[in-house]
């Protein structure tokens, strides 16, 4: 845990959490739906067959109590989260190691942890980087590890985002394989619903631009990572052994995104791209 003189650092120096395990059939269903807003024509997996990478974000959701809210829809405590004042979330990564697919249908156990906790100067001050461990058993044995990468702030971040939404530019890329989508409000809905994901700058307009000062609806980091696997899924037969992925930069409701990548001597390099930025996102897979 961190030490020193900062002002964060007072907060979390003595926070140390403990493990939590919890327990959960994959049902079929959440993939089912995932695969609708996925625009596929039926599930991409049933039970007995493997879960993609990346859909064990489905299961081991928490829906608190709506008086246990905060201002922006997250919840405002947590066994996980830090106790820093007007605490403010932004997913900024993680990494997977995935020794044998998890199975749709199986009881599965999770077990969470924390695994790191820093507390660095940004440009816009201090912020605490928290990395959540996440082990997932079936059958006795340990399938699938990951690692999410959690960046925290104190008080409001209203901040100068210099961007006007343009719904008809199209981004440009020579990927070997190409994924287009135009996310709207209401993908953005279904996305928050079926992740038990409340942050309101994802579906409260006035919010997001007097609150947060974004110019839009604001394009959840993970639905971004799991359109650059999806790309995999729908292009690469080969078995994904491990990912890491980085959200760089906001994307917006409206704007025109393509997910793309190339393949490398034992994986692939993915990124999905807007006409503003090629690498809002980024991603690095190997196979088994």
């Known amino acids: 845990m961190p030490t020193g003189s900062s002002v964060l650092g007072t907060y979390v120096d003595s926070w140390d959490p403990g493990p939590v395990t919890d327990e959960e059939v994959l049902s079929a269903e959440p993939v089912a739906a995932l695969s609708a807003v996925l625009n596929q024509s039926k599930s991409v997996a049933g039970v007995g067959e493997a879960l993609p990478p990346l859909w064990q974000w489905l299961y081991f959701l928490r829906w608190p109590k709506q008086d246990e809210l905060g201002e922006d829809g997250h919840p405002r405590d947590g066994h996980f989260l830090p106790p820093i004042p007007d605490r403010q979330r932004m997913f900024a990564g993680g990494r997977c190691e995935i020794s044998e697919p998890l199975s ?134 080969r078995r994904v052994r491990s990912l890491s992925f980085r959200l760089r930069s906001p994307v917006f409701a409206g704007e025109q995104v393509v997910a793309s990548g190339n393949s490398t001597s034992n994986g692939a390099v993915l990124q999905v791209a807007t006409h503003r930025d090629a690498r809002h996102a980024t991603a690095e897979v190997t196979f088994a």
Not at 109 to 120: L, W
Request: hydrophobic share 35%; proline share 6%.
């Open 104 to 237: 749709v249908g199986a009881r599965t156990e999770r077990i969470s942890s924390i695994a790191n906790v820093a507390v660095k100067q940004g440009r816009t001050g201090e912020m605490v980087f928290v990395t959540q461990r996440n082990e997932f058993r079936q059958h006795g044995r340990t399938c699938l590890v990951e690692e999410q990468d959690i960046v925290y702030r104190s008080g409001k971040s209203a901040g100068d985002h210099p961007v006007v939404v343009d719904t008809s530019a199209t981004p440009q890329s020579d990927g070997e394989w190409q994924l287009a989508d135009q996310p709207d409000p209401a993908l953005l809905f279904r996305f928050s619903a079926l992740t038990a994901n409340a942050h309101r700058i994802h579906y409260d307009s006035p919010y997001v631009l007097d609150e947060e000062g974004y110019p839009g609806l604001v394009v959840h980091g993970p639905l971004l990572a799991v359109l650059m696997l999806e790309l995999l899924r729908r292009n690469e037969p």
